[in-house]
Protein backbone atom coordinates (compact mmCIF):
# COMPACT_ATOMS: atom_id res chain seq x y z
CA UNK A 1 0.00 0.00 0.00
CA UNK A 2 1.36 3.63 -0.99
CA UNK A 3 2.33 5.90 2.21
CA UNK A 4 -0.58 7.86 0.99
CA UNK A 5 -3.39 5.42 0.97
CA UNK A 6 -2.38 4.85 4.58
CA UNK A 7 -4.89 6.19 7.37
CA UNK A 8 -3.23 9.02 9.43
CA UNK A 9 -1.66 7.14 12.72
CA UNK A 10 -3.93 9.56 15.09
CA UNK A 11 -7.07 8.73 13.66
CA UNK A 12 -6.01 5.09 13.32
CA UNK A 13 -5.87 4.82 16.96
CA UNK A 14 -8.66 6.52 17.53
CA UNK A 15 -10.97 3.29 15.62
CA UNK A 16 -8.76 0.81 16.92
CA UNK A 17 -6.43 -1.04 19.43
CA UNK A 18 -3.22 -2.50 18.69
CA UNK A 19 -2.08 -5.23 19.63
CA UNK A 20 1.67 -5.83 19.63
CA UNK A 21 3.46 -9.25 19.64
CA UNK A 22 7.22 -9.87 18.92
CA UNK A 23 9.95 -12.74 18.03
CA UNK A 24 13.69 -11.54 18.65
CA UNK A 25 16.16 -13.63 17.22
CA UNK A 26 19.68 -13.56 18.63
CA UNK A 27 23.17 -15.28 17.10
CA UNK A 28 24.99 -16.75 20.20
CA UNK A 29 28.46 -15.78 19.74
CA UNK A 30 29.74 -19.34 20.68
CA UNK A 31 32.99 -20.48 18.68
CA UNK A 32 31.06 -23.71 17.21
CA UNK A 33 27.80 -24.12 15.91
CA UNK A 34 24.42 -25.24 17.52
CA UNK A 35 25.40 -29.06 16.69
CA UNK A 36 28.11 -29.21 15.04
CA UNK A 37 31.63 -28.06 15.64
CA UNK A 38 31.91 -25.94 12.01
CA UNK A 39 33.20 -22.52 13.07
CA UNK A 40 30.35 -19.99 13.95
CA UNK A 41 30.31 -17.34 11.75
CA UNK A 42 28.45 -15.35 14.46
CA UNK A 43 31.63 -14.66 16.43
CA UNK A 44 33.43 -12.70 14.46
CA UNK A 45 36.81 -13.83 15.67
CA UNK A 46 36.26 -16.67 13.26
CA UNK A 47 36.46 -14.21 10.51
CA UNK A 48 34.51 -16.43 7.98
CA UNK A 49 34.50 -14.84 4.83
CA UNK A 50 33.92 -17.28 1.88
CA UNK A 51 30.69 -19.29 1.52
CA UNK A 52 30.08 -22.86 2.60
CA UNK A 53 33.53 -23.02 4.29
CA UNK A 54 32.25 -23.17 7.91
CA UNK A 55 30.11 -26.42 7.53
CA UNK A 56 30.32 -29.35 8.16
CA UNK A 57 27.70 -32.80 7.65
CA UNK A 58 25.66 -31.95 9.95
CA UNK A 59 25.20 -28.34 8.56
CA UNK A 60 23.69 -29.95 5.74
CA UNK A 61 22.22 -33.17 7.31
CA UNK A 62 23.61 -35.17 5.22
CA UNK A 63 23.06 -39.28 5.83
CA UNK A 64 25.20 -40.61 8.43
CA UNK A 65 25.41 -37.04 10.58
CA UNK A 66 24.89 -36.78 13.70
CA UNK A 67 23.93 -33.24 16.10
CA UNK A 68 25.43 -32.51 19.95
CA UNK A 69 24.15 -29.79 21.44
CA UNK A 70 26.62 -27.19 22.19
CA UNK A 71 27.29 -26.47 25.73
CA UNK A 72 28.09 -23.30 25.42
CA UNK A 73 25.36 -22.47 23.83
CA UNK A 74 23.23 -24.06 26.50
CA UNK A 75 24.37 -22.52 29.33
CA UNK A 76 24.03 -18.91 27.48
CA UNK A 77 20.28 -19.52 26.81
CA UNK A 78 20.08 -20.40 30.37
CA UNK A 79 21.54 -17.15 31.43
CA UNK A 80 18.90 -14.88 28.88
CA UNK A 81 16.24 -17.06 30.38
CA UNK A 82 16.93 -15.85 33.64
CA UNK A 83 17.84 -11.64 32.16
CA UNK A 84 14.23 -12.03 31.13
CA UNK A 85 13.30 -13.06 34.04
CA UNK A 86 12.10 -16.57 32.92
CA UNK A 87 11.45 -19.85 34.94
CA UNK A 88 14.19 -22.51 33.51
CA UNK A 89 12.57 -25.83 32.69
CA UNK A 90 14.33 -28.55 34.53
CA UNK A 91 14.18 -30.80 31.18
CA UNK A 92 13.67 -29.23 27.73
CA UNK A 93 13.38 -31.19 24.91
CA UNK A 94 14.52 -29.91 20.77
CA UNK A 95 12.34 -30.89 18.03
CA UNK A 96 11.83 -31.05 14.55
CA UNK A 97 9.90 -28.47 12.61
CA UNK A 98 9.46 -29.56 9.23
CA UNK A 99 9.62 -27.22 6.32
CA UNK A 100 11.09 -26.93 2.92
CA UNK A 101 13.19 -23.79 1.76
CA UNK A 102 16.47 -24.26 -0.38
CA UNK A 103 18.28 -22.78 2.70
CA UNK A 104 17.59 -25.29 5.00
CA UNK A 105 19.15 -28.82 3.70
CA UNK A 106 17.46 -30.94 5.88
CA UNK A 107 14.17 -29.73 5.49
CA UNK A 108 13.61 -29.56 8.96
CA UNK A 109 14.76 -27.08 11.50
CA UNK A 110 15.75 -28.44 14.66
CA UNK A 111 13.69 -25.81 17.36
CA UNK A 112 12.71 -26.44 20.74
CA UNK A 113 8.26 -26.87 20.40
CA UNK A 114 6.57 -26.87 23.58
CA UNK A 115 9.03 -28.23 25.96
CA UNK A 116 11.35 -24.69 25.41
CA UNK A 117 14.35 -24.19 28.06
CA UNK A 118 13.05 -20.83 29.43
CA UNK A 119 8.95 -19.67 29.70
CA UNK A 120 6.93 -17.12 31.53
CA UNK A 121 8.99 -14.11 31.89
CA UNK A 122 8.68 -10.39 31.77
CA UNK A 123 10.89 -7.82 30.95
CA UNK A 124 10.71 -3.94 32.34
CA UNK A 125 11.30 -1.72 29.01
CA UNK A 126 12.00 2.03 29.45
CA UNK A 127 11.09 4.88 27.39
CA UNK A 128 12.33 8.22 25.77
CA UNK A 129 10.80 9.46 28.87
CA UNK A 130 10.98 7.13 31.83
CA UNK A 131 7.99 5.27 31.89
CA UNK A 132 8.17 1.61 32.35
CA UNK A 133 6.30 -0.77 30.41
CA UNK A 134 6.46 -4.50 31.72
CA UNK A 135 6.70 -7.02 28.47
CA UNK A 136 5.02 -10.19 28.98
CA UNK A 137 7.80 -13.22 27.75
CA UNK A 138 5.57 -16.44 26.80
CA UNK A 139 9.35 -18.17 25.96
CA UNK A 140 13.05 -18.44 25.02
CA UNK A 141 14.00 -21.63 22.83
CA UNK A 142 16.77 -22.74 21.36
CA UNK A 143 17.18 -23.67 18.01
CA UNK A 144 19.39 -23.21 15.01
CA UNK A 145 19.40 -20.85 12.01
CA UNK A 146 18.89 -21.09 8.08
CA UNK A 147 21.71 -20.52 5.71
CA UNK A 148 21.56 -17.74 3.40
CA UNK A 149 19.47 -17.08 -0.66
CA UNK A 150 21.16 -14.51 -2.92
CA UNK A 151 18.80 -14.25 -5.88
CA UNK A 152 20.96 -13.04 -8.64
CA UNK A 153 19.79 -11.64 -11.86
CA UNK A 154 16.49 -9.71 -10.93
CA UNK A 155 16.25 -5.60 -10.00
CA UNK A 156 15.27 -6.50 -6.21
CA UNK A 157 17.61 -8.54 -5.39
CA UNK A 158 14.16 -10.71 -4.60
CA UNK A 159 13.20 -14.41 -5.81
CA UNK A 160 10.68 -12.75 -7.99
CA UNK A 161 12.54 -11.37 -11.17
CA UNK A 162 15.93 -13.38 -10.51
CA UNK A 163 17.71 -15.89 -12.77
CA UNK A 164 19.22 -18.05 -10.65
CA UNK A 165 20.04 -18.28 -6.38
CA UNK A 166 22.80 -18.58 -4.70
CA UNK A 167 22.68 -20.82 -1.22
CA UNK A 168 25.21 -20.16 1.36
CA UNK A 169 25.35 -22.70 3.91
CA UNK A 170 27.77 -20.90 6.53
CA UNK A 171 24.89 -19.46 8.55
CA UNK A 172 23.02 -22.95 8.90
CA UNK A 173 23.27 -24.47 12.48
CA UNK A 174 23.99 -20.71 14.10
CA UNK A 175 22.62 -21.26 17.50
CA UNK A 176 19.47 -18.97 17.92
CA UNK A 177 17.92 -18.16 21.16
CA UNK A 178 14.44 -17.09 19.99
CA UNK A 179 12.11 -14.68 22.32
CA UNK A 180 8.66 -14.87 22.04
CA UNK A 181 6.45 -12.34 24.03
CA UNK A 182 2.78 -12.83 24.63
CA UNK A 183 0.34 -10.28 23.05
CA UNK A 184 1.26 -6.56 24.44
CA UNK A 185 -1.62 -4.44 24.89
CA UNK A 186 -2.25 -1.11 26.00
CA UNK A 187 0.90 0.92 23.97
CA UNK A 188 -1.55 2.68 22.31
CA UNK A 189 -0.07 5.49 20.25
CA UNK A 190 3.80 4.74 22.12
CA UNK A 191 3.42 1.19 20.10
CA UNK A 192 6.08 2.14 17.54
CA UNK A 193 8.12 3.32 20.56
CA UNK A 194 7.70 0.33 22.77
CA UNK A 195 8.85 -1.60 20.03
CA UNK A 196 12.33 0.07 19.47
CA UNK A 197 12.17 0.52 22.67
CA UNK A 198 12.16 -3.39 23.33
CA UNK A 199 14.34 -4.67 21.04
CA UNK A 200 17.32 -2.28 22.25
CA UNK A 201 16.82 -3.53 25.20
CA UNK A 202 17.35 -7.09 24.08
CA UNK A 203 20.37 -5.88 22.80
CA UNK A 204 21.48 -4.43 25.84
CA UNK A 205 21.05 -7.84 27.93
CA UNK A 206 22.70 -9.94 25.27
CA UNK A 207 25.52 -7.51 25.35
CA UNK A 208 25.95 -7.01 28.71
CA UNK A 209 25.78 -11.20 29.07
CA UNK A 210 28.34 -11.63 26.63
CA UNK A 211 26.46 -13.76 24.79
CA UNK A 212 25.95 -12.14 21.55
CA UNK A 213 27.51 -9.25 19.26
CA UNK A 214 24.49 -8.16 18.74
CA UNK A 215 25.07 -6.58 15.49
CA UNK A 216 21.93 -5.90 14.30
CA UNK A 217 23.35 -5.00 10.81
CA UNK A 218 25.12 -7.96 10.68
CA UNK A 219 21.48 -9.85 10.97
CA UNK A 220 22.79 -11.08 14.65
CA UNK A 221 19.67 -9.39 16.11
CA UNK A 222 16.87 -9.89 14.15
CA UNK A 223 12.89 -8.87 15.26
CA UNK A 224 9.85 -10.43 13.60
CA UNK A 225 6.84 -7.77 14.62
CA UNK A 226 3.49 -8.61 15.05
CA UNK A 227 0.71 -6.22 14.67
CA UNK A 228 -2.59 -6.79 15.20
CA UNK A 229 -5.74 -4.01 15.04
CA UNK A 230 -8.97 -4.60 17.10
CA UNK A 231 -12.21 -1.72 17.36
CA UNK A 232 -12.84 -0.07 20.20
CA UNK A 233 -14.62 -2.04 22.51
CA UNK A 234 -13.92 -5.46 21.17
CA UNK A 235 -12.59 -8.30 23.18
CA UNK A 236 -11.73 -10.82 19.91
CA UNK A 237 -8.08 -10.37 18.95
CA UNK A 238 -7.63 -9.13 15.02
CA UNK A 239 -5.54 -10.88 12.76
CA UNK A 240 -2.22 -10.41 12.71
CA UNK A 241 0.81 -9.91 10.24
CA UNK A 242 4.34 -10.92 11.17
CA UNK A 243 6.90 -8.25 9.57
CA UNK A 244 9.79 -10.67 9.36
CA UNK A 245 13.32 -10.24 10.06
CA UNK A 246 13.31 -6.05 10.47
CA UNK A 247 17.06 -5.34 11.20
CA UNK A 248 17.69 -1.76 13.04
CA UNK A 249 16.21 0.22 15.59
CA UNK A 250 14.56 2.45 13.61
CA UNK A 251 13.34 -0.05 11.15
CA UNK A 252 11.61 -1.81 13.90
CA UNK A 253 10.04 1.75 15.10
CA UNK A 254 8.51 2.52 11.59
CA UNK A 255 7.51 -1.29 10.47
CA UNK A 256 5.12 -0.91 13.83
CA UNK A 257 4.07 2.80 12.91
CA UNK A 258 3.19 1.48 9.32
CA UNK A 259 1.55 -1.82 9.86
CA UNK A 260 -0.51 0.21 12.35
CA UNK A 261 -1.72 2.83 9.33
CA UNK A 262 -1.89 0.45 6.93
CA UNK A 263 -4.07 -2.22 8.87
CA UNK A 264 -6.56 0.36 9.68
CA UNK A 265 -6.88 1.89 6.26
CA UNK A 266 -8.17 -1.62 4.90
CA UNK A 267 -10.29 -2.65 7.97
CA UNK A 268 -12.12 1.19 7.90
CA UNK A 269 -13.09 0.43 4.25
CA UNK A 270 -14.75 -2.81 5.30
CA UNK A 271 -11.60 -5.23 4.40
CA UNK A 272 -9.79 -8.15 5.66
CA UNK A 273 -6.53 -8.64 6.83
CA UNK A 274 -4.54 -11.50 5.70
CA UNK A 275 -2.26 -13.45 8.49
CA UNK A 276 0.93 -13.66 6.89
CA UNK A 277 4.70 -12.97 6.77
CA UNK A 278 5.79 -9.29 5.53
CA UNK A 279 8.80 -7.89 4.43
CA UNK A 280 10.30 -4.68 5.48
CA UNK A 281 11.36 -1.96 2.69
CA UNK A 282 14.06 0.20 4.23
CA UNK A 283 14.06 2.63 1.14
CA UNK A 284 10.55 3.11 0.83
CA UNK A 285 9.16 3.02 4.36
CA UNK A 286 6.49 0.33 3.67
CA UNK A 287 5.73 -3.72 3.92
CA UNK A 288 5.05 -5.90 1.33
CA UNK A 289 3.36 -9.49 1.31
CA UNK A 290 5.42 -12.15 2.68
CA UNK A 291 3.93 -15.67 2.44
CA UNK A 292 0.58 -17.05 4.31
CA UNK A 293 1.62 -17.91 7.91
CA UNK A 294 1.46 -21.01 8.68
CA UNK A 295 -0.17 -22.45 12.09
CA UNK A 296 2.25 -24.85 14.23
CA UNK A 297 -0.23 -27.97 12.90
CA UNK A 298 1.36 -27.29 9.30
CA UNK A 299 5.21 -27.89 10.67
CA UNK A 300 4.52 -30.97 11.83
CA UNK A 301 6.57 -31.04 15.14
CA UNK A 302 7.65 -33.97 16.59
CA UNK A 303 10.33 -34.54 19.26
CA UNK A 304 13.86 -34.84 18.02
CA UNK A 305 14.67 -38.26 17.93
CA UNK A 306 18.54 -37.54 17.68
CA UNK A 307 18.97 -35.29 20.78
CA UNK A 308 19.03 -36.08 24.68
CA UNK A 309 16.90 -33.86 26.59
CA UNK A 310 18.31 -31.12 28.17
CA UNK A 311 18.33 -31.15 31.62
CA UNK A 312 20.56 -28.71 33.34
CA UNK A 313 21.47 -29.20 36.84
CA UNK A 314 19.99 -26.55 39.46
CA UNK A 315 23.27 -25.79 40.67
CA UNK A 316 24.19 -24.79 37.18
CA UNK A 317 21.00 -22.68 37.23
CA UNK A 318 22.72 -20.85 40.06
CA UNK A 319 25.84 -20.49 39.02
CA UNK A 320 24.67 -18.60 36.32
CA UNK A 321 21.77 -16.89 38.16
CA UNK A 322 24.73 -15.56 40.23
CA UNK A 323 26.35 -14.04 37.56
CA UNK A 324 23.50 -12.22 35.87
CA UNK A 325 24.74 -8.56 35.34
CA UNK A 326 22.68 -5.29 36.25
CA UNK A 327 19.37 -5.21 34.80
CA UNK A 328 19.75 -2.45 32.17
CA UNK A 329 16.99 -0.19 33.14
CA UNK A 330 18.84 -0.03 36.52
CA UNK A 331 21.98 0.42 35.35
CA UNK A 332 21.02 3.36 33.04
CA UNK A 333 19.20 4.99 35.72
CA UNK A 334 22.62 4.50 38.12
CA UNK A 335 24.51 5.32 35.10
CA UNK A 336 22.60 8.61 34.45
CA UNK A 337 22.65 9.52 38.39
CA UNK A 338 26.12 9.37 38.43
CA UNK A 339 27.44 10.90 35.43
CA UNK A 340 25.23 13.65 36.01
CA UNK A 341 24.04 14.05 32.48
CA UNK A 342 20.95 15.97 31.15
CA UNK A 343 18.08 13.83 30.00
CA UNK A 344 19.32 14.69 26.39
CA UNK A 345 22.80 14.31 26.93
CA UNK A 346 22.03 10.60 28.24
CA UNK A 347 19.25 9.84 25.68
CA UNK A 348 21.35 11.05 22.97
CA UNK A 349 24.19 8.29 24.33
CA UNK A 350 21.43 5.18 24.76
CA UNK A 351 20.17 6.16 21.00
CA UNK A 352 23.32 6.40 19.44
CA UNK A 353 23.85 2.76 21.15
CA UNK A 354 27.11 3.31 22.43
CA UNK A 355 26.11 3.40 25.97
CA UNK A 356 28.08 0.14 26.56
CA UNK A 357 31.45 1.96 25.00
CA UNK A 358 30.99 4.74 26.94
CA UNK A 359 30.84 3.20 30.68
CA UNK A 360 34.11 1.23 29.70
CA UNK A 361 35.87 4.79 28.67
CA UNK A 362 34.36 6.30 31.85
CA UNK A 363 36.01 2.54 33.76
CA UNK A 364 39.12 3.15 32.08
CA UNK A 365 39.70 6.86 33.92
CA UNK A 366 37.73 8.97 31.19
CA UNK A 367 35.65 12.04 32.46
CA UNK A 368 31.69 11.06 31.47
CA UNK A 369 31.64 14.12 29.07
CA UNK A 370 34.89 13.55 27.19
CA UNK A 371 33.75 9.63 26.91
CA UNK A 372 30.60 10.75 25.27
CA UNK A 373 31.87 13.31 23.08
CA UNK A 374 34.57 11.08 21.30
CA UNK A 375 32.41 7.95 21.16
CA UNK A 376 29.21 10.27 19.46
CA UNK A 377 30.92 12.60 17.71
CA UNK A 378 34.57 11.58 16.07
CA UNK A 379 34.27 7.92 16.42
CA UNK A 380 30.70 7.60 15.34
CA UNK A 381 31.47 10.06 12.68
CA UNK A 382 34.43 7.86 11.25
CA UNK A 383 32.17 4.51 12.19
CA UNK A 384 29.65 5.78 9.70
CA UNK A 385 32.11 6.30 6.98
CA UNK A 386 33.52 2.86 7.22
CA UNK A 387 30.18 1.45 7.83
CA UNK A 388 31.69 -0.20 11.02
CA UNK A 389 30.71 -0.27 14.58
CA UNK A 390 32.41 2.27 16.72
CA UNK A 391 33.28 -0.25 18.82
CA UNK A 392 35.46 -2.70 16.63
CA UNK A 393 37.25 0.22 15.94
CA UNK A 394 39.01 1.22 18.83
CA UNK A 395 39.02 0.11 22.19
CA UNK A 396 37.76 1.78 24.75
CA UNK A 397 40.70 2.32 26.86
CA UNK A 398 42.32 3.48 24.10
CA UNK A 399 39.73 6.25 24.02
CA UNK A 400 40.60 7.53 27.68
CA UNK A 401 43.72 7.39 26.67
CA UNK A 402 43.74 10.14 23.91
CA UNK A 403 41.07 12.06 26.77
CA UNK A 404 44.09 12.09 28.93
CA UNK A 405 46.49 13.55 26.45
CA UNK A 406 44.19 16.09 26.12
CA UNK A 407 43.52 16.94 29.33
CA UNK A 408 47.13 17.25 30.27
CA UNK A 409 48.08 19.53 27.45
CA UNK A 410 50.48 16.99 25.20
CA UNK A 411 47.29 17.11 22.73
CA UNK A 412 45.06 19.78 21.40
CA UNK A 413 41.20 18.64 19.94
CA UNK A 414 42.77 18.37 16.14
CA UNK A 415 45.71 16.41 17.31
CA UNK A 416 43.63 14.16 19.26
CA UNK A 417 41.70 13.58 16.44
CA UNK A 418 44.91 12.73 14.74
CA UNK A 419 45.29 9.83 16.85
CA UNK A 420 42.25 8.56 17.22
CA UNK A 421 42.54 8.08 13.07
CA UNK A 422 45.91 6.49 13.47
CA UNK A 423 44.98 4.35 15.94
CA UNK A 424 41.80 2.81 13.85
CA UNK A 425 44.62 2.83 10.71
CA UNK A 426 46.32 0.27 13.02
CA UNK A 427 49.30 2.16 13.60
CA UNK A 428 49.23 0.95 17.35
CA UNK A 429 47.87 2.79 20.56
CA UNK A 430 47.56 6.19 21.19
CA UNK A 431 51.41 6.78 22.71
CA UNK A 432 52.85 5.18 19.49
CA UNK A 433 50.84 6.72 17.61
CA UNK A 434 51.32 10.49 18.63
CA UNK A 435 55.60 9.30 18.88
CA UNK A 436 55.74 7.80 15.16
CA UNK A 437 53.56 10.99 13.81
CA UNK A 438 55.24 13.63 15.97
CA UNK A 439 52.10 15.12 17.05
CA UNK A 440 53.03 16.30 20.52
CA UNK A 441 51.94 19.35 21.12
CA UNK A 442 54.94 22.21 21.10
CA UNK A 443 54.92 23.52 24.10
CA UNK A 444 58.32 25.84 23.90
CA UNK A 445 57.22 29.35 24.47
CA UNK A 446 60.52 30.07 22.54
CA UNK A 447 59.47 28.48 19.52
CA UNK A 448 55.92 29.75 19.96
CA UNK A 449 57.24 33.59 20.16
CA UNK A 450 59.29 32.96 16.96
CA UNK A 451 55.62 31.71 15.00
CA UNK A 452 54.27 34.78 16.33
CA UNK A 453 56.24 37.31 15.44
CA UNK A 454 56.79 35.88 12.07
CA UNK A 455 53.18 36.03 11.59
CA UNK A 456 52.86 39.74 13.26
CA UNK A 457 55.39 40.51 10.34
CA UNK A 458 53.49 39.88 7.60
CA UNK A 459 50.40 40.88 8.84
CA UNK A 460 51.10 44.34 10.36
CA UNK A 461 47.36 46.30 8.95
CA UNK A 462 46.69 42.93 11.68
CA UNK A 463 49.07 44.04 14.07
CA UNK A 464 47.43 47.77 13.93
CA UNK A 465 44.09 46.43 14.73
CA UNK A 466 45.13 44.43 17.43
CA UNK A 467 46.88 47.60 19.13
CA UNK A 468 43.99 49.58 18.12
CA UNK A 469 41.66 47.58 20.35
CA UNK A 470 40.28 45.25 18.10
CA UNK A 471 41.28 41.84 19.77
CA UNK A 472 39.02 39.76 17.12
CA UNK A 473 41.33 40.23 14.63
CA UNK A 474 44.22 38.41 16.43
CA UNK A 475 42.32 35.47 15.12
CA UNK A 476 44.06 36.02 11.84
CA UNK A 477 47.24 36.03 13.33
CA UNK A 478 46.69 33.30 15.60
CA UNK A 479 45.01 30.72 12.56
CA UNK A 480 48.65 31.71 10.96
CA UNK A 481 50.62 30.48 13.78
CA UNK A 482 48.90 27.31 14.22
CA UNK A 483 49.20 26.58 10.37
CA UNK A 484 52.72 27.29 10.90
CA UNK A 485 52.97 25.08 13.46
CA UNK A 486 51.04 22.28 11.68
CA UNK A 487 48.32 22.33 14.43
CA UNK A 488 50.60 21.12 17.47
CA UNK A 489 50.21 24.32 19.13
CA UNK A 490 48.22 25.72 22.04
CA UNK A 491 45.73 27.72 20.67
CA UNK A 492 45.29 29.21 23.80
CA UNK A 493 48.77 29.79 24.71
CA UNK A 494 49.28 31.39 21.24
CA UNK A 495 46.23 33.71 21.55
CA UNK A 496 48.26 34.85 24.87
CA UNK A 497 51.44 35.45 23.29
CA UNK A 498 49.61 37.06 20.26
CA UNK A 499 48.27 39.88 22.87
CA UNK A 500 51.75 40.29 24.47
CA UNK A 501 53.72 40.79 21.82
CA UNK A 502 51.04 43.13 19.74
CA UNK A 503 51.19 45.60 23.07
CA UNK A 504 54.64 45.12 24.12
Known sequence: MARADLMDFDKALELFEPVLGFEVHVELSTTTKMF????????????????????TPVCLGLPGSLPVVNEQAVRYSISLGLALGCQIAPMSRFARKNYFYPDLAKNYQISQYDEPIAFEGTLEVELED??????????????????????????????QGAESSLVDYNRAGVPLVEIVTKPIFGAEHRAPELAKAYVSTIRDIVRALGISEARMERGNLRCDANVSLRPRGEQKLGIRTETKNVNSLRSVERAVRYEIQRQAAILAKGGTITQETRHWHEDTGTTSPGRPKSDADDYRYFPE???LPVVPSPALIDELRDALPEPPAARRRRLKEEWGFTDLEFRDVVNSGLLVEVADTVAAGASPQQARKWWTGEIARIANAQDAEPSSLISASDVAAVVELVESGALTDRLARQVVEGVIAGEGTPAQVV???????????????????????????????????????AGAVIGAVMKAMGGKADAARVRELVLERAQG
Open 36 to 55: SDAPNPAFSANEVTDANTAI
Open 305 to 307: PDL
Open 435 to 473: EARGLQVVSDDGALIAAVDAALAEQPDVLEKIREGKVQA
Open 130 to 159: GTLVQVPIERAHMEEDAGKLTHVGGSTGRI
